[in-house]
């Protein structure tokens, strides 16, 4: 299975980032650029809680690659997410597990064109003991197996149950968690024998869980578009920062997180 990110630089995306627009600001935390055409000032990333690692290390090296900014991040479930955003919380840039809760989000008039940058498939996680002896995605439906499953209007959820009838499996979860990192500590803690997550969130977890890989004829995917925000307070460096996850730059960290290429 591939595990690499893909680079989905658009032209249109390029030419919205520069020149970047200079204006003023009272305190530096909103001011777009600065007089020489660099992006400064702060902005805030609302993405999908599988990102978490990645983006947290993007923002790191944007930051050091534009002195003078500062990317906060709101990590959550993609659809809860979207319902912030679409009620009016405040944000720059929208990342999302779902193409689902992106066009919520468009076609409430509070996001930009979206462009896709990634995209992530279906992994088994289980104690590193792994004791019910899971093997396979039948085995999840075994008498007395507990298994942990994401909401079914997560994004997770969504395509773990796509795996499920992929597989033509009946599994009943003995709990059903708001987001992908949720279900996967329940695996971390031993209480359940097993729980459907990203590939990426297996990886992220090193040695507290083992993964079991689920065969590409059985597996299911979602793509992960970003999109700036239309009540950005500083849309010249939320559309740097969008570029920069576009980028090859930004393809090196994610890849290196184990999302897929297109």
């Known amino acids: 299975m591939r595990r690499t990110f893909v680079v989905a630089v658009r032209a249109a995306v390029l030419a919205a980032v520069l020149p970047l627009a200079a204006c003023g600001g009272d305190d530096g935390g909103a001011s777009g650029?600065?007089?020489?055409g660099a992006p400064s000032g702060k902005i805030t990333v609302f993405a999908a809680v599988s990102l978490s690692e990645s983006f947290t290390e993007l923002g790191e090296r944007f930051e050091a690659a534009h002195p003078g900014t500062d990317v906060a991040f709101n990590f959550g479930a993609s659809s809860a997410l979207a319902q912030q955003i679409t009620q009016g919380a405040p944000a720059d840039v929208f990342a999302s597990a779902s193409a689902k809760n992106m066009q919520q989000v468009v076609d409430a008039k509070a996001a930009g064109t979206p462009a896709t940058f990634a995209r992530n498939s279906m992994e088994i996680a289980v104690p590193p003991s792994n004791p019910a002896k899971i093997a396979t995605v039948a085995d999840l439906a075994r008498p007395g197996v507990k298994v942990a499953l994401c909401a079914p209007e997560v994004p997770c959820g969504v395509v773990a149950r796509k795996v499920l009838d992929n597989a033509k499996v009946a599994v009943t979860p003995v709990t059903n968690e708001a987001d992908v990192r949720a279900t996967l500590?329940?695996?971390?803690?031993?209480?359940?024998?097993?729980?459907?997550?990203?590939?990426?969130?297996?990886?992220?977890?090193?040695?507290?869980?083992?993964?079991v890989e689920i065969p590409d004829d059985v597996n299911a995917a979602t793509d992960y578009p970003?999109?700036?925000?239309?009540?950005?307070?500083?849309?010249?460096?939320?559309e740097a920062f969008a570029e920069y996850v576009l980028s090859a730059a930004g393809g090196e960290v994610l890849a290196a997180a184990g999302f897929d290429r297109l």
């Open 33 to 36: 650029a600065a007089a020489s």
């Open 185 to 211: 500590t329940k695996v971390k803690l031993g209480e359940v024998d097993a729980g459907m997550v990203y590939v990426t969130d297996v990886r992220a977890a090193g040695a507290a869980v083992t993964g």
């Open 226 to 238: 970003i999109a700036t925000l239309t009540e950005s307070s500083n849309p010249a460096l939320a």
